[in-house]
């Protein structure tokens, strides 16, 4: 009796993990759910990742790169008509045109004001326009469009960003890059500085005669579904990045629903 009493017990139990991890995955609240993918994320401790800014103007060329891009993109290579979603975020103090006093004028209030606005940030809402371009053994590559919105300066615009992506699921040879399944995108925009309300130092004259009217971008970098912070910390659900995604403790200390609550360190 009593072992019938056990099993029945423990075969509730397990129908209840169960539907719960279905609820989870379906649940369109939960990043980490298995609906919209995977996770990768941008996190590049060797900061390989680049963003490459050009500005042509009749008076002067500016070429500028920042390898301080982070963010995640959400997936699925399986089905990769269901789209995706995604951060991208590069702070302003880490844009370097290679002249010093350039750069510092780059981020003061007549440019870009990164003391107000430190980040540019393109959130992407869905990849769209997906068409599978190559394929061959654990690499897939396709011609992608994110949409979304690209903000800074304190302004925010809908944009479309056309790259390619290419999907590499994990293997001796990747893992000389990273660990994980990683995808590498390849993306290009054209960015009008007047939408963004950016004007130079006033009566001036510069943009247009020193700066470009329109900035192109380029956007080179790898994913993980390993981050490196959080391939340090795989005993420890919260992991050293507070802004993961798919972090439980989503920084907040005080949430009752923080399965971390307001412990300070994990309990390997």
């Not at 390619?164 to 995808?183: C, F, H, I, N």
């Not at 993980?224 to 919260?238: D, K, M, Y």
Request: aromatic share 4%; net charge neutral; with cysteine.
């Amino acid at each position: 009796m009593m072992k019938a009493m056990k099993n029945m017990i423990l075969g509730l139990l397990l129908t209840g993990a169960m539907m719960t991890t279905a609820a989870a995955q379906k649940d369109p609240g939960n990043p980490c759910g298995h609906k919209n993918g995977m996770m990768f994320h941008i996190d590049d401790p060797m900061s390989r990742n680049s963003v490459t800014f050009k500005s042509t103007a009749p008076l002067e060329d500016i070429v500028g790169t920042s390898n301080e891009i982070t963010g995640y993109i959400q997936f699925n290579p399986s089905h990769p008509e269901n789209g995706g979603h995604g951060e991208f975020t590069v702070p302003v103090a880490s844009l370097n045109t290679g002249i010093p006093l350039r750069d510092e004028h780059l981020r003061s209030a007549d440019w870009l004001n990164a003391g107000a606005y430190p980040d540019i940030k393109l959130t992407v809402k869905n990849i769209k326009n997906i068409k599978e371009v190559k394929s061959s053994g654990d690499a897939q590559t396709y011609d992608i469009t994110f949409m979304g919105n690209l903000s800074f300066n304190g302004k925010t615009r809908y944009t479309k960003v056309k790259g390619r992506m290419t999907y590499l699921q994990e293997s001796e040879a990747t893992k000389q890059r990273m660990p994980g399944d990683l995808v590498a995108v390849r993306a290009e925009l054209n960015i009008p500085l007047a939408e963004f309300d950016v004007i130079g130092p006033e009566g001036m004259g510069i943009i247009g005669s020193k700066v470009g009217k329109t900035i192109d971008v380029e956007i080179s970098l790898m994913a993980s579904t390993r981050a490196s912070s959080l391939a340090a910390e795989a005993g420890n659900p919260c992991g050293d990045k507070a802004m993961n995604p798919c972090n439980p403790c989503g920084g907040k200390s005080m949430d009752a629903h923080n399965p971390c609550g307001m412990k300070k360190s994990d309990s390997r």
